[in-house]
């Protein structure tokens, strides 16, 4: 069972790392900027990875799966706040849609799913057995870790260069730090 | 300031790479606080939309 939640806690970050590269492949190659309350959602989700990266590194542990759902809430409380800025009529909405759903709905669904996916291993007792360690991560924890790594730090970038030193504005059209 | 909590994030990634656990868990949770002190100033934002 224990090497289930390492199946699991490995999935679940390359999951969260593909999700913030879809969302960076729709800025750079669509042209949609992410607005404030995205990048906040953007947050949430590198948080909660960041809870299953450590469980890959250390081994499972209590608190590493409380950072994936206190950070989970966050993202999901800036998703809903997003979906409840649009949910009357004629108040528009913010970026294109995917199947049917924005993005910021997307986002909800998925905080959810991570918070329930946390929960549901919480449940696999035996991997708290070992408790956590420093021993030599594994070549697949290593690659997942730099990997993860590598995502955090361009969402940094992009975010400096549209953002700046400052607040983003609501409706980001330009990258601040690009401008002319 | 929207940019902090990303850079103190890439900090909380890196560290466990390096082997620190605990740093890596302080750090997320400084970010998760500057993540929600935006939220909030979003949040207390009056809203501008004609209804």
């Known amino acids: 069972m224990a090497a289930i939640a390492k199946a699991l806690?490995?999935?679940?970050?390359?999951?969260?790392?593909?999700?913030?590269?879809?969302?960076?492949?729709?800025?750079?190659?669509?042209?949609?900027?992410?607005?404030?309350?995205?990048?906040?959602?953007?947050?949430?989700?590198?948080?909660?990875?960041?809870?299953?990266?450590?469980?890959?590194?250390?081994?499972?542990?209590?608190?590493?799966?409380?950072?994936?759902?206190?950070?989970?809430?966050?993202?999901?409380?800036?998703?809903?706040?997003?979906?409840?800025?649009?949910?009357?009529?004629d108040t528009g909405s913010y970026g294109s849609a995917l199947y049917g759903w924005h993005f910021y709905t997307w986002a909800l669904v998925v905080f959810v799913a991570i918070a329930a996916l946390a929960g549901l291993l919480l449940f696999i007792e035996a991997q708290f057995v070992e408790g956590t360690h420093d021993l030599r991560p594994s070549m697949a924890a290593q690659a997942v870790g730099w990997l993860f790594v590598v995502v955090v730090l361009a969402n940094a970038v992009s975010t400096l260069l549209e953002c700046g030193f400052g607040a983003c504005p609501d409706n980001p059209t330009e990258y601040e730090l690009l401008r002319k | 300031m929207m940019a902090l909590p990303f850079v103190v994030l890439v900090i909380a990634a890196l560290v466990p790479m390096l082997g620190f656990r605990k740093t890596s868990v302080i750090v997320w949770a400084v970010a998760m606080a500057a993540t929600l002190w935006i939220l909030w100033s979003h949040a207390t934002t009056p809203l501008k939309i004609v209804l």
Do not use: D
Request: aromatic share 8%; hydrophobic share 55%; with cysteine.
């Open chain 1, 9 to 89: 806690n490995i999935l679940a970050v390359l999951g969260i790392s593909g999700a913030l590269l879809f969302a960076f492949y729709w800025q750079l190659v669509r042209g949609e900027l992410p607005c404030p309350l995205c990048l906040v959602q953007r947050l949430g989700l590198i948080g909660a990875g960041l809870g299953f990266a450590l469980n890959v590194r250390f081994g499972s542990s209590e608190s590493h799966y409380g950072v994936v759902i206190i950070s989970a809430l966050v993202g999901g409380a800036a998703a809903t706040r997003q979906i409840l800025l649009h949910i009357v009529p």
